[in-house]
């Protein structure tokens, strides 16, 4: 076949190329611009719904003027879409392609041309490509009556007649190639009944690039392109992705992290204190401002902790910026704890995640302090009963809270007290380990968690769990769900911007479900974040001072059970008997909104089709001691019906 | 940077200049344990005359720990329980240290959670709940897991006030030692208190 | 610098196949563009295109791996050490060398020699205790690499600390290694089990305070 290389001399080819190049880049871009677009709406969309305006409006009113100026000052940024220079690039790349599609329609009639280039010999003679022999000729017959040159009517012009002519030449091809053997040959191999037909492939540059000075230019290109520009980004895009963990920790900070812990000694009594000394070895914070020692950061958060003044404007700033880290900054910890598998060092961290996110130092009473306008010097003062949680605040009258915190203006009780009933807590109503499709854990199964939970107020009145009837705390039997547990989560709505003036940047609270073996206290898996939960409940009426009994006209329907199901990292064991299991569920941004149960994991053979299921529990109390603690207990455990201690966790009379 | 050596006695110390310098670095605690425990070392080995000893328990200190021991628990059958305390602490600290480091750990280790194990007893039967919450903390630290060690912890921190780390320990020790009615007793107990502090009777 | 000769030994091989390529020698078969055949131009490439083209390749790759060699040491070496503190060595260093000047008991030596060694067997236990933990945080990508390997290389500074804790043994005094180890160990076990012991006292002050605990002088909460 002949090959031909061709320079695009009539800059035919190279706006094609181009042009693609462009749409390759700007189509992703601008399809990301929208979704940010018209995501940043649906969130201002969703802020205006009643739960969300409630406690952010509240968080806005009480961000102190400083940390106001702080987040306008970092945040603005971000916040236009429309008029980022990724829009305007977006703008520049469709200005182009205009240009482009303009100039290419333009000169754009030599794209019929190749059109001509395919040859169906069925379609020249009109007839369908099954058609028989005889069809062949009596259709070729017709046509060649038709566009014969001697049978042309005499007064057609001169263009007419070539192409009468020309088409004449394809007919007789056409019939050619499918009545002649050679001829055929041709076609089938070819395509064409002439036989082989040059190709010409273009080289998509304009021409005056290729020209002999211009080529120079070219090849330096080329040579900048591929030797050095090319290796460079690359080489820029792998030391960035390795000079980050996979959790947006800098490696060094991630190392400092992890020789904290490994220099940890047992003795050490794990304080928030102590965290936040660990967090302030953190490299983001050196690199934000260079020249300083951890012990310096380790003094700005403390002081953000206890409300001090850091000295002089430039450090409040620095603190906030500081501060504004830290949310990350303590994830990678968290994750690093779990790889090391510390339980109560894990638990801290997450303790110091509540105290950096509402500025306060960690407590008996941080519960209350976490709340606006309370007077710690009154609180203190005036303190008559063991008052650190909100359950306990919300047992007194509005107006004696409002002695009791130091707050006598009745607006700023009430934006308190708002505050207060609006910090969701969760109640425990029961929890299981589950296998689809399986009625109980058997041996080697693969078993998630499930944890029915209320989402209550403080203010609530407990609701024990056997108001609620089974089926609304069963695990749903259906398909859908046993192919995939863990999707009915997604559809729980996003939890809304958290109640935290102090710290700089807005906050949506997650809980971390932490898992660790009773047997060491030893994390079994990294931890579950949970970041979508319906809130509804907050909003129902229960107020346990109004309300003293729950009457027979309580209805559980008007609440929402909500699931937390997380997933096992691992199988359950070969052997029969119990696991035990603690579940620690922490929030990120409120104190008091924690859950932490224990769980056991009854490992049970599977039922014998034959026999019935109650033997095979009396079996197994024979052998079910194994797994156990090997504490030298000297107490044999028979299997006592004691798998009950999961759900009778929570406080339930 | 150097050290100071003491001839008579025999004891190393640290100049000024570097127990500065080594605060500054917040080093200083590692290094004042390090020192100390060569002292410890250097002074015991100087009291040995064979230059192959063993790790052997002496059996002089045994007996001077034993009997300090027993007294405290005479003072406990009179029900003196404030000096049978005082007493038992004391055991406890001349086993500390008069016990040199390269005796037999094992003997080491029972000798001393056994005498915690009265000391906290002790600690717990008058009041003195935090020492017995520490004295428990140190014997789970050393190893022990047993159902009283729980019980003992879980009570220690419900007088403590602290009722969610008392159901925490009764909740694992109940996991452990699921048939223990002073465990469940205690946990009925934790969760009338809980739920009392969070206001949800 | 090795890597530099055997990179030129390749590249005398390389430019032994000589380019007598096919530059300008387009051929237009019976193409479309036929006006186009007569305007084939030839542009002259001097032989020592490509020798200048493998030198500027070579040059810059030696440059960059020289580069980023220099680059990795120096990262490593800010790497912070696996533990805080090697006092226990550093102590021993220094008492054998103040004897050198001064009247030192020799048994201060031997105890300190004592510390060093339970200390090693200490880190040795940590480090097995901790290698699969860390090795799953690297390969999860909790951790960086740099971490990893120093972490490895911990291990091996660790083993030879305590074999050269052995051979001072033996200096000290011939035939002494074989007791001094199962001492070391003994002597590991209990300075942790003291250490804990004497932290008590700190672990209250810190409960008093996290607790806001009111206490009597004798222990005992007040009313």
Redesign the interface.
């Known amino acids: 076949m002949a090959l031909n290389y061709d320079y695009d001399e009539s800059s035919e080819t190279w706006p094609f190329f181009l042009l693609t190049v462009l749409l390759m880049a700007v189509l992703p871009l601008t399809l990301l611009q929208l979704r940010a677009l018209f995501s940043s709406d649906s969130d201002s969309n969703n802020s205006s719904s009643a739960e969300e305006s409630e406690l952010s409006s509240l968080s806005k009113k009480y961000t102190p003027p400083a940390t106001a100026d702080f987040a306008a000052k970092f945040q603005h940024k971000g916040t236009s879409v429309l008029l980022s220079l990724r829009s305007l690039l977006c703008l520049v790349g469709w200005l182009a392609i205009a240009f482009l599609v303009q100039r290419i329609s333009a000169s754009g009639i030599s794209g019929s041309m190749s059109g001509a280039g395919a040859f169906d010999p069925y379609e020249i003679l009109g007839i369908s490509s099954s058609a028989s022999d005889r069809d062949i000729k009596s259709a070729y017959r017709k046509l060649s009556l038709k566009f014969h040159p001697d049978k042309l009517p005499k007064d057609l012009t001169e263009a007419a007649k070539t192409a009468m002519e020309e088409a004449f030449v394809q007919i007789s091809k056409a019939y050619e190639a499918l009545t002649d053997e050679a001829v055929k040959e041709n076609y089938l191999k070819y395509g064409h009944p002439d036989g082989p037909q040059t190709t010409s492939h273009g080289i998509a540059l304009p021409s005056l690039l290729i020209d002999s000075r211009a080529s120079l230019v070219l090849v330096v290109l080329y040579i900048a392109s591929f030797v050095v520009i090319l290796p460079y980004f690359v080489a820029q895009w792998w030391n960035r992705s390795k000079m980050y963990t996979r959790g947006g920790l800098h490696v060094k900070t991630a190392a400092r992290f992890a020789s904290c812990l490994v220099n940890y000694k047992p003795s050490q009594v794990v304080t928030v204190d102590m965290i936040v000394h660990w967090l302030s070895r953190a490299e983001e914070f050196r690199i934000l401002f260079p020249g300083h020692e951890p012990l310096y950061f380790e003094n700005l958060l403390q002081d953000y902790l206890h409300g001090r003044d850091s000295g002089s404007a430039k450090e409040n700033e620095a603190r906030l910026r500081c501060v504004a880290k830290c949310h990350t900054l303590l994830h990678g910890m968290l994750e690093v704890c779990c790889g090391f598998r510390n339980l109560e060092i894990a638990i801290a961290t997450l303790d110091t995640f509540k105290c950096i996110v509402q500025g306060v130092p960690m407590s008996r009473d941080a519960q209350i302090m976490q709340l606006p306008n309370v007077d710690a010097a009154a609180f203190h003062e005036g303190k008559v009963d063991d008052i650190c949680t909100l359950g306990k605040l919300f047992t007194y009258d509005n107006d004696k809270i409002g002695k009791i915190l130091g707050i006598k203006d009745a607006d700023k009780l009430k934006d308190t007290l708002d505050v207060a009933a609006a910090i969701p807590h969760l109640q425990l109503l029961r929890a299981d380990f589950v296998v689809p499709g399986e009625e109980y854990v058997t041996p080697l199964s693969t078993p998630y968690i499930a944890i029915k939970v209320l989402v209550r107020s403080a203010m609530h009145r407990v609701i024990p769990t056997d108001k609620f009837p089974a089926e609304m705390l069963a695990e749903p039997q259906d398909f859908e769900h046993m192919k995939n547990p863990f999707a009915s989560m997604e559809k729980q709505p996003v939890l809304p911007t958290s109640y935290a003036p102090r710290f700089p940047v807005p906050r949506r609270n997650a809980w971390m479900c932490l898992l660790a073996l009773q047997k060491d206290v030893r994390i079994l898996q990294t931890p579950y974040k949970l970041e979508r939960l319906s809130l509804a409940n907050m909003h129902n009426h229960l107020d346990k001072r109004t309300v003293a009994k729950l009457g027979p006209d309580f209805d559980p329907h008007q609440w929402e059970v909500a699931s937390i199901r997380m997933p096992l990292g691992q199988q359950a064991p070969q052997e029969v008997g119990a696991v035990h299991m603690r579940v620690v569920i922490k929030a990120t941004d409120y104190f008091g909104a924690d859950l932490d149960l224990t769980m056991t994991m009854d490992v049970r053979e599977p039922p014998r089709v034959d026999e019935v299921r109650d033997d095979i529990y009396a079996d197994d109390s024979d052998d079910g001691d194994d797994s156990e603690a090997d504490g030298e207990s000297d107490d044999e455990d028979s299997d006592e019906e004691y798998t009950d201690i999961d759900t009778d966790t929570d406080a339930e009379d | 940077m150097?050290?100071l050596?003491n001839?008579n006695s025999?004891k190393?110390s640290l100049p000024e200049e570097r127990i500065e310098a080594a605060k500054a670095a917040g080093?200083l605690e590692?290094?004042e344990?390090?020192?100390e425990?060569?002292?410890k070392?250097?002074a015991?080995?100087?009291g040995e005359s064979n230059?192959?000893f063993?790790?052997q328990p002496n059996d002089e200190r045994s007996k001077m720990i034993k009997s300090m021991f027993e007294s405290g628990l005479a003072q406990l059958k009179q029900q003196k329980l404030v000096e049978a305390l005082k007493n038992i602490t004391l055991a406890v600290e001349l086993a500390?240290r008069s016990?040199m480091?390269?005796?037999?750990?094992a003997i080491?280790?029972q000798e001393?959670q056994f005498m915690m194990r009265h000391k906290i007893d002790l600690?717990l039967l008058?009041?003195?709940?935090?020492?017995a919450?520490?004295?428990i903390?140190?014997l789970m630290?050393?190893g022990m897991?047993?159902?009283d060690v729980f019980i003992r912890k879980a009570d220690a921190l419900l007088?403590?006030?602290?009722y969610?780390d008392a159901?925490?320990c009764c909740?694992?020790g109940?996991?452990?030692?699921?048939?223990?009615t002073k465990l469940k007793a205690l946990m009925h107990e934790i969760?009338r208190n809980?739920?009392e502090?969070?206001?949800?009777? | 610098m090795d890597s530099n000769s055997t990179f030129e030994g390749d590249f005398h091989g390389f430019n032994g196949t000589s380019f007598n390529g096919t530059y300008g020698n387009s051929t237009n078969g019976n193409g479309t563009f036929t006006g186009a055949e007569d305007k084939v131009e030839t542009i002259p490439i001097s032989f020592y295109t490509p020798v200048l083209y493998a030198v500027i390749l070579v040059v810059s790759l030696v440059l960059f791996s020289r580069h980023y060699k220099q680059q990795r040491l120096r990262q490593l070496a800010e790497q912070p050490d696996i533990f805080d503190e090697h006092d226990a060595e550093e102590l021993y260093r220094e008492i054998k060398e103040m004897s050198q000047t001064q009247k030192v008991h020799e048994k201060v030596l031997k105890a300190a020699l004592l510390n060093r060694g339970a200390e090693a067997i200490r880190r040795t236990l940590k480090l097995k205790e901790l290698g699969p933990q860390i090795e799953l945080m690297y390969k999860s990508g909790t951790i960086g690499e740099d971490y990893w390997e120093r972490f490895k290389a911990e291990t091996k500074v660790v083993e030879a600390e305590f074999r050269d804790s052995i051979q001072e043994a033996e200096a000290l005094q011939p035939g002494w290694p074989k007791l001094f180890a199962t001492l070391c160990q003994e002597i590991c076990f209990n300075q942790a089990l003291s250490r804990r012991y004497h932290s008590i006292l700190a672990r209250k002050e810190v409960c008093i305070k996290e607790w806001d605990l009111q206490l009597n002088s004798d222990g005992t909460l007040k009313k």
């Open positions: 150097s050290l050596y001839e025999k190393l080093s590692a290094l344990i390090n020192l425990q060569v002292n070392l250097a015991g080995i100087i230059p192959n063993t790790p500390q016990r480091p390269y005796e037999a750990f080491q280790l001393i600690s008058t009041g003195r709940f935090l020492d919450l520490q004295d903390e140190f630290n050393t897991a047993q159902s007088k403590l006030r602290q969610q159901a925490v909740e694992r109940l996991s452990l030692f699921p048939n223990e969760k809980l739920a502090f969070n206001g949800e009777n």
